[in-house]
């Protein structure tokens, strides 16, 4: 069964940091992009960054290209997703995502994910 499950959530105030891991299981992860997508109320699903298990390549929005890092930890089938410097806008439902995939983009992350998890709240007080 494949299972993509999602931690690190919670309330931050702006300009605070925090982290959130994925950890997979029930599929091949070195042979995954696996990647965060992010949804806040009333507006449209944005894909924020994704990493290649398989080579370590990364893309990142522009909305958080200096602000965010991910990295993969193959040993542990675990992404990491370190948010610096969160403001308001940052405040989404955040899922964890994989493709099967031989490289990680914006278009990947937008149609092209073939498993979810359940996704995990991050709320940026003012």
């Known amino acids: 069964e494949v299972q993509l499950v999602e931690s690190g959530g919670g309330l931050v105030q702006a300009g605070g940091s925090l982290g959130l891991s994925c950890v997979a299981s029930?599929?091949?992860?070195?042979?995954?992009?696996i990647g965060w997508i992010r949804q806040a109320p009333g507006k449209e699903r944005e894909g924020v960054s994704c990493?290649?298990?398989?080579?370590?390549?990364?893309y990142y929005a522009d909305s958080v290209k200096g602000r965010f890092t991910i990295s993969s930890d193959n040993a542990k089938n675990t992404v990491h997703l370190q948010m610096n410097s969160l403001n308001a806008e940052d405040t989404a439902d955040y899922y964890c995502?994989?493709?099967?995939?031989?490289?990680?983009?914006?278009?990947?992350?937008?149609?092209?994910?073939?498993?979810w998890g359940k996704g995990t709240l991050v709320t940026v007080s003012p």
């Open positions: 995502a994989a493709s099967l995939s031989t490289w990680c983009d914006k278009n990947i992350l937008q149609a092209g994910m073939n498993y």
């Open positions: 029930g599929f091949p992860f070195d042979e995954y992009v």
């Open positions: 990493v290649s298990s398989s080579d370590g390549s990364t």
